[in-house]
């Protein structure tokens, strides 16, 4: 019996050992233009929308999962005219580019206005929630780290729910918590 789990260890082991071969092999490969992903170029219509339910966010979310990045993930996001999204963090770092709309993002104790044309960065674990003041929808476009950290299995991301960042703290202070801001 030793023997059976040591072969298969052994052949585990043995897997593993060659995948990275071939990933180092990849690196020094002088001819890595000809190893190119086949899809390069993606459309935004190939957007796999969530259903905002699946994600308890009145915003609707559109990874662009055909993209062959390996570090970074981007995504579509519609937020309702007059709504805001949930309060939540995350280990990851997020920029979004607004696309259409006007509002605000409470990122910390900060309030941060937003316009067409802007970029907001969120930095990583900072509580934080994006509003949308005008009447139509406001389209981004969010680009995360989170593949990075998903891979060295430090991704992590808390939502408090539909609160704004106000009411958050009373709650931890009446529960007798401390928030450490910086």
Known sequence: MTETIASEFDAR???RVEHYLGRIKRSFDPNYDGNLPSQL???SDSADWL???QVSNPARIGPLLALPT???EISLQELP???ATDLQRHAHEAVHYIVAGTGY???GERKCPWKEGDFIY???WVVHRHYNTGPSAARLIIIENAKLLEALGLHERQSMGLVDYATHLQTHAQAGETLLHK
């Open 51 to 53: 259903d905002p339910a």
């Open 13 to 15: 082991s043995a897997q």
């Open 81 to 83: 005219g007059s709504t």
């Open 70 to 72: 390996r570090s970074f």
């Open 105 to 107: 993002s409470e990122i």
């Open 122 to 124: 969120t930095p990583p």
């Open 41 to 43: 170029v993606v459309s």
